[in-house]
C-alpha cells in the first residue's frame, strides 16, 4: 500500500476507519488567498493561469502549504474540455464564462470533435504531473471535469444562465440530438479523466452545477444518464479510482447517484447529512456540506457550524469534510484556519 | 353556496372533485402580454402601476380575458410590504428590486415600525376591491405575499443576492434579532393578508421564492416557522380562506409545509407530482409544476409535457395546474393559449 492509499482522504472514500476526518475545500486553490491573486496577476488572464502548468501546478499547492489539506485538486475548469472542442472559451471580468461559437443545432453537436486528452489538453496532463511530483508524499491528487449536462448548458447558451432555457428546449423538442450531444461529452470526459490518472491524479471527482434545474424525467434523461457512463468507462480503464460525484441542488436524487457506482457523493449544504447518510447506507462515502456562506460570519459561528456538520454525519466511516459548495473570494484567509482547526480538533477519535 | 365557493379554482383547493383541472399561471399579469406592456408604459415605472388601483385593476384582468383562467392574482410584487416599512425600495431596470436604506443592524430591526394594512397599503386594498367587483363571476381572486425569509432577504442585502451572505449571516450570528425581524414581517404579512381578504381576496398565497438557499436547521428555524406563524393568525382572522404556501426549491420540506395547517403547496417542477402526493397525502391540494421553460419550445412540446404534469398528479381531487415558477417575459402569448387548451383537454373527466 502507498503512501496515498494509506491517506485519511483515500482512506475516508474507501469507508474505513480515520484517526480523523479529512478536509478539503473546493476551489480551495482561489481568489480569496493572496497567493493566488499574486500569481495569478503575472499570469496574465484565468486562462493564461490554467494553460500554464507551472503556475497551475504553483496555485494548486498554495492552499495544501497554507492548511495542510488532506487532498489536493488540480487546478483548472469545467469548461477546458468544451474549449479544446473549439467553442472558444473566454471569460469576461464580473460575468463568468463565454462561448464565443455556442453550439445551436444538431448539426453544430454532430460537427463536434472527439480531443485526444493528452494531445489536446496536454498542459492539464503537464500540470497534473507537475503537482503529483510536487505534492508532499501521502496527499492525495484529485482530478476533475464537469458534467456532459452542465458542460452543455454553457455550450449551448453560450455563457451563464438564469432559466437554461436554450439548453432544456434542447433536451425538450430534439431529444436525439441531446441524447448525441450528452454521449459525446461523456466519452470525451471519461478519456480526460482517465488521461488525468494516468498523469498522476489519485481520485477524480464530476461537477454537475445545474443538475438541480432540470424536472426528475430530465435529470434522469439526461444529467444521470451521462455521469453513469462516464463512471462506467472508468471502471474499465482505471477500475481503483474513486470517482466522486457533486451535484448542487440535486439531493433527491443521491440514491440514484449511488446507482452509478461512484465511490462518493458531494452533498450541497440543504441536505442534512444525517439523512444523505441513512439514505446511501454504507454504499458510498459522503463528502460535504458546510455552507460556504458561513465562512462569512465570525470564528465563533464558524466553529459551531463545523461542529455541527461534523455530528450531522456522526461516528462511523465514509465522511469526507468538505464545503457544500465553492469557497468565495471574499473569504477572510483566517476563517478557513478556523475552520480546518476546527475539523481536525473535533474529529479526532481516541 | 356562492359561485365562488364553487369555482373550480377553489374546489380544488377543498380536494373536491371537478369537472376539469383549474388552471391559472404565477406572474399570468406580466410582460409576456403586450396588453401589460402597452398598460406598463402608460403608467411609468413598475411602482407606479403597482401603486395605482385602477390600473393594477386593469393588469390583473388581462389575462382572465385573454385566457379565460380560473383564477386571477392582485398585481402587486412581495416587497410592497417592506417598501411601506420606510426601506425605500426602488427597481432598477435589468438588475431587480432593490432597497435604498437595507436593513443592517438589530437597531434597524428593532426600529422597523408595524405598518397598518388599511392606511399605509390603502392602495393595494383598493386594487383588490376594484378587481373584485370588475372580475367575472364566479372567479376567484388571490391575494398574496412574500415570505418573512424571503422578503427579509431583500431588506437585508439591498437587492438580489446570489450567497445571501449577509441575510444568511445575521440568521447565523445574530438569530434572536433575526427571529425578531421574522416574527415582525410574519405579524405584519398576516394583518396585510387579512385585510387583503376583507378587501375581497378569496384565497391568499404566500411566496418562498429563497427558503430553497438555506439548511434545513435554519429553513426550519426561519423560513418555515414564520410562515408557520402567519398561517396560524390567518385561521383566527379568516378561517375559510385556504392558503397555498410556495416554495422554490423547497421540495424535501414539503411534509413540514402541510403541518403548517395550509390549504395547498405550490410544487416547483423539480419534484414529481406523483411523488409529491404520495408525500402529503390527502391534507392539501398540490399546485403546479410544468417548468416555464416548457412555454419557450414548441406547441407540441407544450402539449406533450402539459399532459405529463396531469398525468404525473393522475386521477383523483386536488389538483390546480401552474407553472413550477413565474411565467418568463420572453414567452410567446400563443403558447400560453396552447398550455391552457391542453389543460382543458387532457383533464376533462366524464
New interface residues.
Given amino acids: 500500500m502507498t503512501a496515498i492509499d494509506q491517506s485519511l482522504f483515500m482512506r475516508a472514500l474507501r469507508r474505513e476507519p480515520v484517526e480523523r476526518t479529512p478536509i478539503w475545500l473546493m476551489r480551495q486553490a482561489g481568489r480569496y488567498l493572496p497567493e493566488y491573486r499574486a500569481t495569478r496577476e503575472r499570469a496574465g488572464s484565468f486562462l493564461d493561469l490554467a494553460g500554464n502548468p507551472e503556475l497551475a501546478c504553483e496555485v494548486t499547492l498554495q492552499p495544501i502549504e497554507r492548511y495542510g489539506f488532506d487532498a489536493a485538486i488540480l487546478f483548472s475548469d469545467i469548461l477546458i474540455l468544451p474549449h479544446v472542442m473549439g467553442r472558444g472559451l473566454g471569460f469576461k471580468p464580473g460575468e463568468g464564462p463565454y462561448f464565443e461559437r455556442p453550439v445551436r443545432s444538431a448539426a453544430d453537436i454532430d460537427a463536434l470533435p472527439m480531443p485526444d486528452a493528452n494531445e489536446d489538453t496536454d498542459y492539464v496532463m503537464e500540470a497534473v504531473r507537475l503537482i503529483r511530483s510536487a505534492l508532499p508524499q501521502g496527499t492525495p491528487l484529485i482530478g476533475f471535469a464537469g458534467s456532459p449536462w452542465t458542460v452543455a448548458t454553457y455550450m449551448i447558451e453560450g455563457r451563464s444562465s438564469k432559466?437554461?432555457?436554450r439548453a432544456?428546449?434542447l433536451l425538450?423538442?430534439d431529444p436525439e440530438a441531446a441524447g448525441r450531444l450528452m454521449n459525446h461529452l461523456a466519452d470525451a470526459t471519461a478519456d480526460y479523466l482517465a488521461a488525468q490518472v494516468e498523469a498522476g491524479a489519485d481520485a477524480l471527482m464530476i461537477f454537475d452545477s445545474w443538475g438541480?434545474?432540470?424536472?426528475?424525467?430530465l435529470y434522469h434523461a439526461f444529467s444521470l444518464a451521462s455521469q453513469a457512463r462516464i463512471v462506467e468507462r472508468l471502471k474499465s480503464s482505471c477500475p481503483d479510482v474513486p470517482v466522486i460525484l457533486f451535484g448542487k441542488?440535486c439531493?433527491?436524487h443521491l440514491e440514484a447517484l449511488v446507482d452509478t457506482g461512484c465511490a462518493g457523493l458531494g452533498v450541497d449544504?440543504?441536505?442534512?447529512l444525517s439523512?444523505a447518510r441513512v439514505r446511501v447506507g454504507d454504499k458510498v462515502a459522503l463528502q460535504g456540506n458546510l455552507?460556504?456562506?458561513?465562512l462569512?460570519?465570525?470564528p465563533e459561528?464558524i466553529a459551531a457550524?463545523t461542529r455541527?456538520v461534523l455530528d450531522s454525519f456522526g461516528d462511523g466511516p465514509g465522511h469526507v469534510f468538505n464545503l457544500g459548495h465553492g469557497i468565495?473570494p471574499?473569504v477572510p484567509p483566517e476563517h478557513v484556519s478556523v475552520l480546518v482547526e476546527t475539523v481536525r480538533e473535533h474529529s479526532r477519535r481516541e
Same sequence: chains 1, 2.
Avoid at 455552507?291 to 458561513?294: E, I, Y
Wanted: charged fraction near 30%; glycine fraction near 10%; aromatic fraction near 6%.
Fill in positions: 432559466d437554461f432555457a432544456k428546449k425538450l423538442a438541480g434545474v432540470l424536472s426528475p424525467r441542488g439531493g433527491q449544504w440543504t441536505l442534512d439523512e455552507d460556504p456562506a458561513v462569512l460570519t465570525n459561528v457550524e455541527r468565495t471574499d
